[in-house]
C-alpha cells in the first residue's frame, strides 16, 4: 500500500453554537488541510500519482469552495455546523469525487486533516 500527502491551506471564518467558550463567537482561522490517498499499484513511471494532479484538486476544493469564506453561510453546511470535523469530511468527499475512482489507478482519499491552529486538527478517515 502506498499514501501520498498534499498540504493546502486557507482562510475562513465560524461560528460555532452550543460548544461553549469563545467558539460561539464569529471567529476565523488559517487552516491548514493535509490530503492522504492511497492505493496498492504503481504505474508505469512508478508513481501512484502525479502530485500535481492531487494538488490540483484539492486546491479546487480549498481555494475555489472555501477560501475566504464565511462557512456558516455555505449551503454545504446549511443545517449543520461547520466545525473542523464536518470540514475535513467535506473536503475528503469532494477531492475523492473529483479525483473519481478508477480500479485500474485504485487511488483513493483515505484521510483528511483540517488543522484549525498549530496544535489543533481534526482528522477523518475514510
Same mark, same amino acid.
Given at each position: 500500500?502506498?499514501?501520498?500527502?498534499?498540504?493546502?491551506?486557507?482562510?475562513?471564518?465560524?461560528?460555532?453554537?452550543?460548544?461553549?467558550?469563545?467558539?460561539?463567537?464569529?471567529?476565523?482561522?488559517?487552516?491548514?488541510?493535509?490530503?492522504?490517498?492511497?492505493?496498492?499499484?504503481?504505474?508505469?513511471?512508478?508513481? =501512484?500519482?502525479?502530485?500535481? &494532479?492531487?494538488?490540483?484538486? *484539492?486546491? !479546487? #476544493?480549498?481555494?475555489? +469552495?472555501? @477560501?475566504?469564506?464565511?462557512?456558516?453561510?455555505?449551503?454545504?453546511?446549511?443545517?449543520?455546523?461547520?466545525?473542523?470535523?464536518?470540514?475535513?469530511?467535506?473536503?475528503?468527499?469532494?477531492?475523492?469525487?473529483? =479525483?473519481?475512482?478508477?480500479? &485500474?489507478?485504485?487511488?483513493? *482519499?483515505? !484521510? #483528511?486533516?483540517?488543522? +484549525?491552529? @498549530?496544535?489543533?486538527?481534526?482528522?477523518?478517515?475514510?
Amino acid at each position: 500500500m502506498f499514501e501520498l500527502k498534499v498540504k493546502s491551506r486557507f482562510a475562513g471564518a465560524h461560528q460555532l453554537t452550543m460548544v461553549g467558550q469563545k467558539c460561539e463567537n464569529l471567529h476565523g482561522h488559517n487552516w491548514h488541510v493535509e490530503v492522504c490517498v492511497t492505493g496498492e499499484k504503481l504505474n508505469s513511471a512508478g508513481v =501512484l500519482a502525479d502530485f500535481g &494532479d492531487i494538488k490540483k484538486v *484539492v486546491r !479546487k #476544493v480549498v481555494e475555489e +469552495e472555501l @477560501d475566504h469564506k464565511f462557512l456558516n453561510e455555505l449551503e454545504i453546511f446549511e443545517g449543520i455546523q461547520p466545525t473542523s470535523e464536518r470540514i475535513a469530511v467535506y473536503i475528503a468527499e469532494r477531492v475523492q469525487a473529483l =479525483l473519481g475512482y478508477d480500479p &485500474d489507478k485504485n487511488i483513493r *482519499v483515505s !484521510k #483528511v486533516m483540517a488543522w +484549525e491552529s @498549530d496544535d489543533a486538527c481534526a482528522t477523518y478517515f475514510t
